[in-house]
């Protein structure tokens, strides 16, 4: 594959993963903060959301499949997210065995609701998940048929 063509659909993955990320932010705050639900489980159930959404944009404006087996595509995105949301959740434990007083300080209240160094490791988290989401999506999910 030449390399404009990779940088582009590197960045429409980008833009689809910025419209992800507030999905997951916000699913994450509120399981997390609102529910009371722990850490982890409000990130699987936050990215899950997140990769949802991204599969439909991505099938549509990112790689632009014509896939007509929409139900066998999609298990293999969420294959390929399931991957992504192992590598998540394992630098988020990571971050928090390493830097615990930064993962569990307060860096901003809304309200009542402290916002963590969780978040910020989410950011890392997303970074990391973000490369492997692209090429495992490009590579095996969105694979055009010889």
Known sequence: ME?????????KF???GASGMVVDYGVLFVMHNLFG???????????TCA?????F????????????QVGVEYVKF???SIVG?????????????????IYENVFLNLGSQPITGLYIFKLVAIAITTLWN???????????KQ
């Open 3 to 11: 390399l404009r063509p990779l940088i582009t659909k590197f960045i």
């Open 14 to 16: 980008g833009v689809v």
């Open 37 to 47: 639900l722990g850490d982890i489980l409000s990130n699987t159930i936050s990215f």
């Open 51 to 55: 990769a949802t959404s991204n599969y």
């Open 57 to 68: 944009l991505n099938r549509i404006w990112t790689f632009r499949s014509k896939e007509k």
């Open 78 to 80: 969420l294959a390929v």
């Open 85 to 101: 949301l192992l590598i998540n959740n394992s630098v988020l434990l990571i971050c928090k065995n390493i830097w615990p007083d």
């Open 134 to 144: 692209f090429f495992g999506n490009m590579l095996f999910t969105f694979r055009k």
